[in-house]
């Protein structure tokens, strides 16, 4: 397909695609996901091998937030049965943070529901970085607290902090129909501010939530144009509570077109399948390692990943390596700007570089698209696009589908079976899935 040889050439040299070539690789059909695939793990594999890199999420303050977003199980007014919880102490989120470490993951990340955190917050969580770090040479973590004030970056680089996750979710036009109590500019500014404060930048989005295949385009170009290091997708888990709780469509086909769609945009970023990668992907989960390179393990926010031996037999059995500790994950152009204090990567090859970030504007907290909240994965629930549920076949008639055998699933079948709340690690007595 003239289409994908192109899009490989490009992602070899870090060109970026046109907006026709990214919408023309999420309107590609089923029956052409194995060759998407194929093509954009030859990117993935220039850049980052065949390398995984685990991250582990500890979720630091659960539930109670003011602000709306719809995907959120931990939104203002969800009926999510979620766990609800204030501040872990800091010896408490190193215990849940070292239970992933063990478990091969090099990242921490450090996540707090609510708008944005306090001075005293941020005091809080300068003293939990501290207490994962004095016990865990060599750990990365990332901390996702909300919108930052002016100073609070400093503060928390300070502190030790590697990197911080703010996501934009979802493109600027559609925002305003996700949230209502903060804006994506807000969200912008403060993967600006982390940038700015020399934390390494993660932000990613929500798949699945309504949007269009041009608002999935937006997105993914405006966090391009926002330069991360780190592009967490998340795929909405519709949880039962929240607004978006019928939201199911998504399909494991759909799902590996938009981690394509992302790989080819952002060719040498650290992309991360993030919450609703088991519900959403489910058997073909081993396909999307192909795309992203980087997974957490275990648990999410609120919701109950697979267990953490099957994320590690998942890796081993598809041919994949966990990165270990002491490997660089970013390629060698970006790990040097970073390093630097440059912004980073895709600069030499499309004109972008730093200045790049001028041209984003959209912020927002989060990423924990499985319904989590703010942070990473959300175990929201995966969306589709809008106007494209599948619709159900004839019953009858000379042109009827084949009857749909006993105990199959129609595509973009609610899969509620698959949504657990979680019980379990961070704010229960019970050990973390690691
Ligand atoms: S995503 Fe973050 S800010 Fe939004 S409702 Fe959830 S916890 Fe609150």
């Not at 990668?277 to 926010?301: C, K």
């Amino acid at each position: 397909m003239d289409l994908l040889n192109t899009l490989v050439d490009k992602g070899l040299r870090r060109e970026l695609p046109t907006r026709e070539e990214a919408l023309a690789v999420l309107a590609t059909s089923d029956d052409d996901v194995l060759d998407v695939v194929a093509a954009a793990g030859r990117v993935r594999r220039q850049w980052f091998g065949r390398r995984v890199k685990l991250n582990y999420l500890v979720n630091l303050k659960s539930g109670l937030c003011p602000e709306d977003c719809s995907y959120c199980s931990q939104r203002l007014g969800s009926k999510a049965d979620i766990l609800k919880y204030t501040w872990l102490k800091p010896d408490q989120a190193s215990e849940a943070a070292a239970a992933g470490l063990a478990g091969g993951a090099k990242r921490v990340c450090l996540v707090a529901s609510g708008r944005g955190p306090t001075d005293r917050d941020v005091d809080r969580v300068s003293r939990t970085i501290k207490a994962i770090k004095d016990q865990n040479e060599g750990v990365e973590v990332c901390a996702c607290l909300g919108l930052l004030s002016d100073g609070q970056a400093e503060r928390l680089r300070e502190a030790g902090a590697d990197a911080y996750n703010h996501n934009l979710n979802t493109s600027e036009g559609t925002y305003g129909e996700i949230t209502t109590t903060h804006t994506y500019a807000d969200r912008v500014d403060t993967v600006r501010k982390a940038h700015a404060a020399g934390l390494s930048p993660c932000s990613g989005l929500i798949a699945g939530m309504g949007e269009t295949d041009e608002d999935l385009v937006d997105v993914v170009f405006a966090l391009r144009a926002l330069d991360p290091d780190s592009v967490p997708v998340n795929f909405l888990i519709p949880m039962e509570g929240t607004p978006l709780a019928q939201e199911w469509h998504l399909t494991p086909q759909r799902c590996l077109r938009v981690l394509a769609m992302v790989r080819f945009v952002c060719p040498d970023v650290e992309v991360r399948i993030a919450g609703g990668r088991e519900v959403h992907l489910r058997t073909l989960q081993p396909l999307a390692l192909h795309l992203a390179n980087s997974i957490f393990l275990g648990d999410y926010l609120t919701s109950e990943g697979q267990a953490g031996q099957a994320d590690l037999d998942m890796i081993a059995d598809a041919g994949f390596e966990v990165e270990g500790a002491g490997e660089t994950t970013l390629p060698r152009h970006r790990a040097t700007a970073a390093a630097q204090g440059g912004c980073g990567s895709h600069g030499d090859a499309d004109g972008g570089g730093c200045g790049a970030h001028a041209g984003a504007d959209g912020g927002g907290c989060g990423s924990h698209a499985d319904g989590g909240g703010c942070g990473a994965r959300g175990d929201g629930g995966e969306g589709g696009v809008r106007g494209s549920a599948p619709v159900a076949a004839p019953a009858s008639g000379p042109a009827a589908a084949p009857a749909v055998p006993a105990g199959a699933r129609a595509a973009g079948e609610a899969r509620t079976d698959l949504v657990t709340f979680r019980r379990r690690g961070a704010g229960t007595d019970l050990a973390p899935n690691a």
